[in-house]
């Protein structure tokens, strides 16, 4: 059940209630593509730094350990130690980013494994049984993620197809959250919303997965390539046409800015590599820019990352030390990068709660922009 608490012009402060918890939203899902974040994060750490739901990979969980596997040993809650909510997408972002090893036909798409060259088929009925073993909270619909500057004719027939397996997704999970064996007899669907930067195919593929009366809704296909601007109106445009007493979640987004930019049209879920893989690059975000600790200046900087952060990196470690542990390739280096950046989106999301809340979120937002835009 979604509740909508507050709003302040089209961004929305809501409560999503799922089998494994309540998610308080605008919010931003950390990543653990293969069941953990990359850079050697436990599942404790993530409830130290104020995670929510943390976010999976249907396709590489299927590739390996096995989906099968995950499903012996009580699903992924309790394969990776995490009771609060799991989204998982449905491997649909694969058909897009695995291009060369993939062909797409209307049963489902032909894959050959990245690790091994194994004949893999996924449908929206696999996708769906895959997800439902790994007993998720939210799992996605498979979907075809075209790329944003592909051809009208080329996106069109995507679109089309993708609403034909979404149909599908939803049948085979009503059947699934009936079997006696599925674990999660209550695991949502989420629809995907997909057109390019086509305004006019984005508009109606909305208002037609609209009617379908999902768990929530989702919009892909962003972030591939297009230009800021693009994804920003293509957010104009798709959002108002998308139920509004249902979560919104943009998929694979964003920069904080990013986030920003589209809470303010409406948008309430995020996921997104950037605080993880930065991070394990030396990157780390502040409230004034995104810092480079490999950068000399830091080498006896005896200041946290930011100072009055409550991470459990800013409250004890200095940046000289952080950038220390980098340059010997020590791994507590990027460990500790990569925490405080996910401790800094958790943050920024309850930031944003409480602006909404209390109806300054635009002022919030400006005032952000420009601490962003420094350069350090």
Not at 143 to 167: F, G, H, K, M, N
Request: aromatic share 8%; with cysteine; hydrophobic share 35%.
């Amino acid at each position: 059940m979604y509740k909508i608490i507050s709003e302040d012009g089209m961004a929305k402060r809501a409560e999503l209630e799922t089998p494994h918890g309540v998610i308080q939203t605008p919010v931003f899902m950390n990543v653990g593509t293969a069941a953990a974040i990359k850079g050697a994060v436990a599942s404790s750490d993530l409830e130290e730094i104020g995670t929510q739901v943390e976010l999976s990979n249907t396709y590489h969980l299927h590739v390996r350990p096995g989906d099968e596997i995950v499903k012996k040993m009580g699903g992924l809650h309790a394969f990776m130690s995490w009771n609060k909510p799991i989204l998982t997408d449905s491997g649909g972002f694969q058909v897009f980013s695995l291009n060369g090893l993939r062909k797409i036909k209307e049963e489902g798409v032909y894959f050959h494994s990245h690790i091994d060259g194994k004949k893999i088929f996924m449908g929206p009925e696999e996708s769906m049984q895959i997800q439902s073993n790994l007993a998720s909270t939210i799992a996605m619909a498979f979907d075809e993620c075209p790329p944003a500057l592909a051809e009208e004719r080329y996106i069109r027939q995507s679109v089309e197809r993708t609403t034909r397996w979404l149909q599908r997704c939803r049948d085979k999970m009503e059947e699934l959250n009936q079997r006696e064996d599925t674990i999660n007899k209550k695991q949502m669907l989420f629809g995907i919303n997909q057109g390019g930067i086509l305004e006019d195919v984005r508009i109606e593929h909305a208002q037609e997965i609209a009617e379908m009366n999902l768990d929530g809704y989702a919009i892909g296909g962003l972030a591939v390539g297009e230009s800021h601007e693009e994804m920003y109106h293509i957010l104009d445009v798709t959002v108002p046409r998308l139920p509004r007493n249902k979560p919104t979640y943009l998929m694979g987004v964003g920069t904080p800015s990013n986030i920003l930019e589209a809470v303010d049209r409406g948008v309430d879920f995020f996921d997104c590599v950037y605080p993880s893989r930065n991070g394990r690059h030396g990157h780390v975000y502040t409230n004034h820019g995104k810092l480079n600790l490999f950068n000399q200046k830091y080498e006896t900087d005896g200041a946290p990352i930011e100072e009055g952060c409550g991470c459990p990196v800013c409250r004890r470690y200095s940046r000289a030390y952080i950038r220390h542990l980098l340059k010997a390739k020590e791994m507590l280096g990027m460990r500790f990068c990569v925490l405080h950046n996910l401790y800094f989106y958790n943050n920024m999301m309850k930031e944003i709660r409480e602006a909404i809340e209390e109806k300054r979120f635009a002022e919030y937002k400006k005032q952000k922009l420009i601490d962003f835009a420094n350069k350090n």
